[in-house]
Nanobody, 119 residues
Framework: QVQLVESEGGLVQAGGSLRLSCAAHGSILSINAMGWYRQAPGKQRELVASITGGGSINYADSVKGRFTISRDRAKNTVYLQMNSLKPEDTAVYYC?????????????WGQGTQVTVSS
């Protein structure tokens, strides 16, 4: 039984900053990738940022230069530092962890946290 616990989001004014964290509790055989997704009202879920076990990082074009993903492997925790926030960043943010092995893959999701950016 693995649970991903996300920090609380919140309300922030445009141009402000916010940091999200996601801690994996329980046994994961191995963590191959950690990332953040978001879903805004009326929009499909989209990948915001991800980091693989090899350290490869990918960002959505809409957040490049503003968001930074990082990890603490000892704590099984991934962070998303969000700077220069815009109203269009308003969404529910979900943590995702992919683990396991080639033979027994694992995929876990956080509970989601609301981030609201006011203009």
């Amino acid at each position: 039984q693995v649970q991903l616990v996300e920090s609380e989001g919140g309300l922030v004014q445009a141009g402000g900053s916010l940091r999200l964290s996601c801690a994996a509790h329980g046994s994961i055989l191995s963590i191959n990738a950690m990332g953040w997704y978001r879903q805004a009202p009326g929009k499909q879920r989209e990948l915001v940022a991800s980091i693989t076990g090899g350290g490869s990082i990918n960002y959505a074009d809409s957040v490049k230069g503003r968001f930074t993903i990082s990890r603490d492997r000892a704590k099984n925790t991934v962070y998303l530092q969000m700077n220069s926030l815009k109203p269009e960043d308003t969404a529910v943010y979900y943590c995702n962890v992919k683990g396991g092995t080639y033979y027994v893959p694992e995929d876990y999701w956080g509970q989601g946290t609301q981030v609201t950016v006011s203009s």
